[in-house]
């Protein structure tokens, strides 16, 4: 894709997860890996207001914050910019302020293996990072220890993140995991929910090492 086809991309999928009711309002933030920097959404600017030219593009080699753009980036750029720094194979992240995802961080949990579907991101559950102030430093750390060896987690009392091989398979993972909360949230309510073992999960989690389609 070239750099204007990923800006519009960026747009493309905000204004999708307000009208599937995956985020609300301007909550959510989506970034994208383009060269040696990551394009990402503007702090505050209503989806429907934005042009390719509005979305930052921040640099990833230096811990400050050096970017470019008409509008500040994202007050979430910190996160945006640790996982996709400490996860070369992830290309792409959704973070949204989704209901059942942050229903469940409202609890502080954890997703676990509820469904064989949670091998997707990598593990065994979705863990729940630990609370902190957004849009800071110490936030960063809790998602980038939450997220080891993870493509996905929680944030507790306020939302989740996922991240993808490109941006729509970011998209699909967010979906998924608000799937998969809303799943664990109502199976909590009905009781007797069985929690597949670990070692069901492995064999789920090598199988999906090979799941789709690749290309030639």
């Known amino acids: 894709m070239t750099e204007l086809e990923v800006r519009q991309r960026i747009i493309d999928l905000c204004l999708q997860m307000n009208e599937t009711g995956l985020n609300q309002g301007t909550s959510g933030n989506i970034s994208a890996r383009y060269n040696d920097g990551m394009l990402i959404t503007p702090s505050g ?18 811990d400050d914050l050096n970017w470019e753009g008409p509008y500040k980036p994202s007050s979430e750029w910190h996160f945006h910019k640790s996982i996709l720094t400490a996860n070369p194979a992830l290309n792409a992240v959704v973070h949204t302020h989704s209901t059942f995802a942050t229903v469940v961080s409202i609890a ?10 949670i091998a997707a991101f990598g593990g065994n559950s979705v863990r729940c990072a630990n609370y902190e102030t957004f849009g800071t430093p110490e936030l960063s750390a809790a998602i980038t220890e939450a997220m080891k060896d993870r493509s996905a987690c929680l944030l507790s ?3 989740m993140i996922a991240g993808g091989h490109s941006l729509d398979n970011a998209m699909w993972a967010a979906i998924e995991l608000e799937t998969l909360a809303k799943q664990y949230y109502y199976a909590k309510l009905a009781g007797n929910m069985i929690v597949l073992p670990d070692d069901e999960m492995d064999r789920v989690i090598d199988k999906f090492k090979n799941y789709g389609q690749k290309s030639k």
């Open 157 to 159: 009392n306020h939302g």
């Open 108 to 117: 502080r949990e954890s997703i676990p293996a509820c469904h064989y579907m």
């Open 45 to 62: 600017i209503p989806y429907e207001a934005l042009n390719p030219e509005d979305i930052a593009a921040v640099a990833l080699d230096t």
